[in-house]
């Protein structure tokens, strides 16, 4: 097998009979020999449609002898994880090439694509091929509007500000439609936890890099998937790949010390007592940062970590114990430091930042011990745990 073609897949059953067709077609047209492997997490019908296709695909190359062979595979995934990413991961594992080529199930990576990026890889002197919207010829028109354009070359150059090594030669490190060898991925370093994995493979190690331009072309069928949430998730996986676990914490802690903070000076604009407010302002931002750091700072360490309501308990009982001794320094630095409540709370936020991170890193959240029974409480903690926190569609 010369070519694996990865495709993920969530809720796109009226695409795949054409992009079988178009693939088939294509990769017969250019003498590549292929395989198809899906990657579906979807919640409608897509696999059984996968599947009716993938049966009439080979009744017909058993017709037909001269035809090139095109198997169709189809793993679906009942529990997914990692998002889009994780499904490419999960596609390169079980493809049967070490050249792996990567596109979405919705026909806006034509498939009369493949070939060029097939021979530009075949060269034999890149890691990665990358079909570009941005390269000289290629165009976003299949982005669904003015905005839509303009939101993606934004997020496109902030990223390339953040990597401004590694995506020198890139373009579009936001691109979906990559041809790379597999053996230059290293499963064990990335963390894929998005809809960009090429983006999480180009930042995670050097990569000999080439891209090839390509019409980004309308959906087939469906509806875009692409929505606020996944903004948010792109975000902080760029965060995340840029400067790591502790600036993701810092992100949430500033959030929540702007939260707190404005709930101190409208309290306190109401006449409440400041330590009064302060003790209302820590109560809403401990439970609202917890939420927070569980989704999006420790999501990779919790399968190993304590049952999800022992997480909240050890840190919220860490933060209130910080907090009944924060409050009364701020009160001590209003009351004899001729200091605002206001700036006082800010002060004392950024220094309890460093001990909460490094409580919550090596403790909240450290792997359980190898060896221990665990207690019937704790399998249904762990239960609870497992639905309350289980993925969706990104």
């Given at each position: 097998?010369?070519?694996?073609?990865?495709?993920?897949?969530?809720?796109?059953?009226?695409?795949?009979?054409?992009?079988?067709?178009?693939?088939?077609?294509?990769?017969?047209?250019?003498?590549?020999?292929?395989?198809?492997?899906?990657?579906?997490?979807?919640?409608?019908?897509?696999?059984?449609?996968?599947?009716?296709?993938?049966?009439?695909?080979?009744?017909?190359?058993?017709?037909?002898?001269?035809?090139?062979?095109?198997?169709?595979?189809?793993?679906?995934?009942?529990?997914?994880?990692?998002?889009?990413?994780?499904?490419?991961?999960?596609?390169?594992?079980?493809?049967?090439?070490?050249?792996?080529?990567?596109?979405?199930?919705?026909?806006?990576?034509?498939?009369?694509?493949?070939?060029?990026?097939?021979?530009?890889?075949?060269?034999?002197?890149?890691?990665?091929?990358?079909?570009?919207?941005?390269?000289?010829?290629?165009?976003?028109?299949?982005?669904?509007?003015?905005?839509?354009?303009?939101?993606?070359?934004?997020?496109?150059?902030?990223?390339?500000?953040?990597?401004?090594?590694?995506?020198?030669?890139?373009?579009?490190?936001?691109?979906?439609?990559?041809?790379?060898?597999?053996?230059?991925?290293?499963?064990?370093?990335?963390?894929?936890?998005?809809?960009?994995?090429?983006?999480?493979?180009?930042?995670?190690?050097?990569?000999?890099?080439?891209?090839?331009?390509?019409?980004?072309?309308?959906?087939?069928?469906?509806?875009?998937?692409?929505?606020?949430?996944?903004?948010?998730?792109?975000?902080?996986?760029?965060?995340?790949?840029?400067?790591?676990?502790?600036?993701?914490?810092?992100?949430?802690?500033?959030?929540?010390?702007?939260?707190?903070?404005?709930?101190?000076?409208?309290?306190?604009?109401?006449?409440?007592?400041?330590?009064?407010?302060?003790?209302?302002?820590?109560?809403?931002?401990?439970?609202?940062?917890?939420?927070?750091?569980?989704?999006?700072?420790?999501?990779?360490?919790?399968?190993?970590?304590?049952?999800?309501?022992?997480?909240?308990a050890k840190s919220f009982?860490?933060?209130?114990?910080?907090?009944?001794?924060?409050?009364?320094?701020?009160?001590?630095?209003?009351?004899?430091?001729?200091?605002?409540?206001?700036?006082?709370?800010?002060?004392?936020?950024?220094?309890?930042?460093?001990?909460?991170?490094?409580?919550?890193?090596?403790?909240?959240?450290?792997?359980?011990?190898?060896?221990?029974?665990?207690?019937?409480?704790?399998?249904?903690?762990?239960?609870?745990?497992a639905q309350a926190t289980?993925?969706?569609?990104?």
């Amino acid at each position: 097998m010369l070519l694996s073609i990865v495709v993920p897949t969530f809720n796109e059953a009226p695409n795949i009979e054409e992009l079988v067709r178009r693939i088939a077609s294509t990769v017969d047209g250019a003498g590549i020999e292929a395989e198809i492997v899906f990657v579906d997490d979807s919640t409608d019908t897509t696999a059984d449609v996968i599947r009716e296709v993938a049966d009439r695909v080979t009744a017909e190359r058993d017709r037909d002898a001269a035809s090139t062979s095109l198997p169709v595979r189809l793993i679906h995934r009942d529990h997914p994880s990692g998002g889009l990413g994780g499904a490419v991961m999960a596609g390169f594992e079980a493809a049967a090439s070490d050249a792996c080529l990567v596109m979405d199930g919705d026909l806006q990576h034509p498939p009369e694509e493949i070939p060029t990026l097939w021979r530009r890889f075949a060269r034999g002197d890149v890691d990665v091929v990358i079909a570009s919207r941005y390269a000289g010829g290629g165009t976003a028109g299949g982005l669904a509007d003015r905005t839509r354009v303009m939101v993606s070359k934004g997020a496109t150059a902030l990223t390339r500000a953040m990597f401004p090594i590694r995506l020198k030669d890139v373009s579009d490190p936001m691109t979906g439609f990559f041809l790379v060898d597999r053996r230059t991925v290293d499963g064990a370093q990335l963390k894929p936890r998005g809809f960009k994995i090429l983006l999480e493979i180009l930042a995670r190690r050097p990569m000999r890099v080439a891209e090839v331009p390509f019409d980004f072309a309308d959906r087939h069928a469906g509806e875009s998937k692409a929505s606020v949430r996944q903004g948010v998730h792109f975000l902080t996986q760029l965060t995340a790949l840029r400067f790591g676990k502790m600036s993701l914490f810092a992100i949430i802690g500033g959030l929540g010390a702007i939260v707190n903070i404005a709930i101190v000076w409208a309290l306190t604009h109401l006449d409440v007592d400041y330590i009064v407010a302060a003790v209302i302002a820590a109560e809403v931002t401990i439970i609202g940062n917890f939420l927070l750091q569980e989704r999006f700072v420790f999501q990779d360490m919790r399968e190993n970590a304590s049952g999800v309501w022992q997480r909240f308990a050890k840190s919220f009982a860490f933060n209130n114990a910080e907090a009944v001794i924060r409050i009364p320094i701020v009160a001590l630095m209003v009351s004899s430091g001729h200091i605002s409540a206001v700036v006082a709370t800010a002060i004392t936020l950024v220094i309890a930042f460093f001990v909460r991170f490094v409580f919550h890193s090596l403790v909240v959240y450290a792997p359980r011990k190898a060896g221990v029974a665990a207690s019937p409480a704790r399998v249904l903690v762990d239960e609870l745990d497992a639905q309350a926190t289980a993925p969706g569609e990104l």
